[in-house]
């Protein structure tokens, strides 16, 4: 099943955003309780598709 334009942009908006929060966790800025409160918002806000299957999991 093909995803649409506003499917794709969720996902991508979702993954930018986290990849915002990623960085200043790894950097000390917040911590793994701020990181997973931003996690639950961003899904909730975007409702990605992969993002929501994903949630929690290393992508590597």
């Known amino acids: 099943m ?3 334009e506003k499917e794709f942009r969720a996902e991508l908006r ?3 955003s986290l990849s ?3 960085t200043m966790l790894e950097k ?3 911590s793994e309780g701020e990181y997973s409160e ?3 918002i961003l899904l909730e ?3 990605p598709t992969l993002g929501t299957l ?3 999991k290393p992508l590597i």
Do not use: E, Q
């Open 14 to 16: 979702y993954r930018m």
């Open 28 to 30: 000390g800025i917040i």
């Open 2 to 4: 093909p995803v649409s």
């Open 38 to 40: 931003i996690d639950t």
């Open 20 to 22: 915002v929060a990623k």
């Open 54 to 56: 994903l949630a929690g």
């Open 45 to 47: 806000k975007y409702r």
